[in-house]
């Protein structure tokens, strides 16, 4: 573990120094090279450099880098209106993270039912292995322990439900219920998918209730399962959506998305960002959409997702006392671990294999969506090995 003496102590970092990326590839000072199957968090979307990214990024930094919200900023209405058209949404709020796009997303919520008449239906009910932020609001929506301790009083107005009880979930939509806020796909939570029938009936239910359903896309959204959003695989759509990470390929860029229904609320003076929707932000959202909105982009998420997937189930039949369990699609993908889950990551990482562990002793596999079927089979390559040496260790143990 290095510690950096100027830096919060708040990460435990791995002392790799990566110096350049290309693509699926990130290379360090000395010239080694890994496979990024973290992606930043599923942020780095079209990969390390991407030519486009790059371009529209330094072609916008030689106009004008930042103006305040109270002039129209280059890009920001078009971004907004192909979101808008791509989507469920009639608007859309940019933040700079996806715990600014979720304090959006609570915020547009209460405040829909606050100028409805209904100021007393501000609850929203998450679902236990959630991650929403690290924003004192967010930490109470996500409602683990670990993120809570010491900071104070929980946030009020957030209830948790256990992750798949329908009867938890109709009692704590209740009168005082503003939102029902779920993850389509539980990222950190570790890659678990709410079914899609499940969905359909949370939203059901929702509606029955005059609840509004938001929808935390901010890792799933974005191609990242091979649809635009998740949420689309199950037919559904929501009131209110959080996005952020993929969107914009490694600059930091958030949104939050709504119908205009339930942004009634949202009017002037009532929300605000110094940096949100910023123009070189505005310039690499747009690059990012003119590559995931082109025609054959989602299918190719989803064929080399597949590739991925069907390794990984081989890789399950040949070494089961390591993998448990293989879940998620397209290129959000997770390996649920027979031993401790941060031993395969770092396994991996020996292989130059770079992996990110979630909850549910799960390893998360989150590449750049333009991974070619090569690449995918020259990770299965290393993941085979890496598994091949634990299995060999715990042998010889
Ligand atoms: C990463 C993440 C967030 C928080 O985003 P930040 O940009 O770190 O604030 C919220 N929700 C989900 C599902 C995430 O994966």
Redesign the pocket.
Known sequence: MATAAPLFDTYNRTVLHFERGEGVWLFTQTGERYLDFAAG??VNSLGHAHPHLVSALTEQAQKLWHLSNLYEIPGQARLGARMVEATFADKVFFT???????ECAIKTARRHFFVNGQPERYRIITLEG??????LA?IAAGGQAKYLEGFGPKVEGFDQIPFGDFDALEAALSEEAAALLI?PV???GGIRTIEHEMLRAMRKMCDDKGVLLVL?????GVGRTGKLFAHEWAGITPDIM?V??GIGGGF?V?ACLATAEAADGMTAGTHGSTFGGNPLAMAVGNAVLDIVLADGFLEHVQDVGKVLSQGLASLKDRFPGQIADVRGTGLMLGIQCVGVNTDVVKAFRDEMLLSVPAGDNVVRLLPPLTLSVEEAREALGRMDSALDKLAKANHQN
């Open positions: 968090i599923a700079n993270s996806g715990g600014e796009a979720l959630a991650f929403h932020g690290r924003t967010t993850e539980q990222g950190e935390d896309e901010v890792q799933s959080a952020a990470k930091p958030g």
